[in-house]
């Protein structure tokens, strides 16, 4: 069985600063991806990245960047120059695949709070 | 943009009741999910289908059913709603196929009380 686990319930970040979400997973197989969704109070879910168990280097999308290492079986998300936008809940996910689908498993998630 | 609808915003019922939850996508998305999101266990998976009549058991499918007899439109339901089953439930769809299947668009959601 697959596990996500996201062991920060809350994080605080100075506007203009990076912050590193930690994310570590558990899974017996070799194909598998990794993903992270944001979600504001509004409550829309937001994607944010993908990086495949595959790929060799690390997925970036703007001001996030996803920290694969393997080995240690961990999926970090990096944010760059915190924005005060980026308030939200965030989570870590991983997928199987199934036929032609890719069946996720979410952590409990990370509160970042970005102050001024 | 890729829209996902869901039926109601809030939803008050009474235990017992027989509750449908549905859920509209208007981009031509093989897959869809039904997810709940409960505060500090994230978003559970509790259905899925990746085609019209085609569904497969998440991780957590006791006391719920679901229906799609059209590709845009997955139903949840709560065949005898109960207490424990107060939640934000999510839809979401995702294209199937290899390529971008793992990016999701979820709906709204509906918090759902039942009392």
């Known amino acids: 069985a697959q596990k996500i686990t996201q062991t920060q319930p809350g994080m605080f970040v100075q506007e203009k600063e990076a912050v590193t979400l930690d994310c570590t997973y558990d899974?017996?197989?070799?194909?598998?991806?990794l993903f992270w969704y944001k979600q504001p109070s509004s409550g829309e879910m937001i994607f944010l990245i993908y990086?495949?168990?595959?790929?060799?280097q690390n997925a970036t999308e703007g001001r996030y960047s996803l920290n694969f290492q393997k080995a240690r079986k961990s999926a970090n998300l990096v944010i760059s120059a915190s924005q005060l936008g980026d308030s939200a809940m965030y989570f870590c996910?991983?997928?199987?695949?199934?036929?032609?689908?890719?069946?996720?498993?979410f952590g409990r998630g990370t509160s970042l709070i970005v102050h001024p | 943009d890729v829209k996902v609808t869901q039926s109601s915003r809030y939803l008050v019922k009474r235990t017992g009741e027989k509750v449908f939850l549905e859920c509209v996508q208007d981009m031509d998305h093989e897959n869809m999910f039904w997810y709940r999101q409960d505060p500090g266990l994230g978003l559970r998976l509790i259905y899925f289908?990746?085609?019209?009549?085609?569904?497969e058991k998440g991780d957590i499918p006791e006391g719920y059913s679901v229906s799609r007899e059209k590709k845009e439109r997955f139903s949840l339901i709560l065949e005898s709603a109960s207490t424990n089953q107060t939640s934000m439930y999510l839809c979401a769809s995702s294209l199937g196929g290899t390529n971008k299947a793992y990016e999701q668009y979820f709906g709204p959601g509906t918090r759902l009380t039942v009392t």
């Open positions: 899974t017996s197989d070799q194909s598998y991806g």
């Open positions: 996910a991983m997928s199987r695949r199934s036929g032609g689908s890719y069946i996720p498993t």
């Open positions: 990086q495949g168990s595959y790929d060799e």
């Open positions: 289908s990746y085609d019209v009549k085609m569904k």
